[in-house]
């Protein structure tokens, strides 16, 4: 079993203005099923994620090579009371797939990059709901690096970018206008490692 604690900060670089990051952290568990699959819960102020990793090929050796798998998850995140319909409230429910491309080095090393797809919808409670539905590419990069057998750190960037946005106000799907999203981390991870 793993615990990771991560404080991290959440952005959009948007084109029209400084980017406001929002602190945040969060406390995860992962229990490794079998060789290549495990399950992992992910809880922050407001949302929780759930989601899998399935190693597609492992390296021979954890100090060199490279290790492939997919990370299939899914998300609740809420923001706002909805306080008598004069405070919305946005429920959002995420659908992430990754790849997740582990290059492994010398003394337990690691370069973890992660292109992923991520489905959104949310739905905004006020006086009426509205729901919409977003599609984002994006990517992360992180680093590995071992304080001792069972303790690592992993400082980590994630970037993305809203493709795809649809309301019922919308006539079509048109392009998102959000900016580029991002994540600044850094986890600590303690337990199994592998």
């Not at 992992?40 to 990793?53: A, E, I, N, R, Y």
């Not at 582990?102 to 729901?131: E, W």
């Amino acid at each position: 079993m793993q615990v990771q604690v991560t404080p991290h900060g959440n952005g959009v670089l948007a084109p029209t203005g400084i980017p406001a990051v929002m602190p945040g952290l969060e406390l995860a568990v992962r229990r490794g099923m079998t060789q290549r699959f495990d399950l992992g819960v992910k809880l922050w102020l407001g949302g929780l994620t759930v989601d899998s990793k399935i190693a597609l090929r492992r390296s021979d050796t954890p100090h060199r090579g490279i290790d492939w798998a997919v990370a299939p998850g899914i998300g609740y995140a809420t923001q706002g009371i909805g306080n008598a319909g004069i405070t919305p409230a946005v429920h959002a429910v995420d659908i992430h797939l990754p790849l997740l491309v582990g290059f492994n080095f010398a003394n337990g090393y690691g370069l973890v990059v992660g292109p992923r797809l991520t489905q959104r919808i949310s739905v905004l409670v006020g006086t009426t709901a509205l729901t919409s539905y977003a599609l984002a590419a994006g990517s992360s990069v992180g680093l590995d690096v071992p304080l001792t057998s069972n303790v690592h750190l992993f400082p980590e960037v994630a970037l993305y970018l809203p493709l795809i946005e649809a309301a019922p106000h919308m006539p079509v799907a048109s392009p998102a206008a959000d900016g580029l999203g991002f994540q600044i981390a850094l986890g600590v991870l303690i337990g199994g490692h592998e």
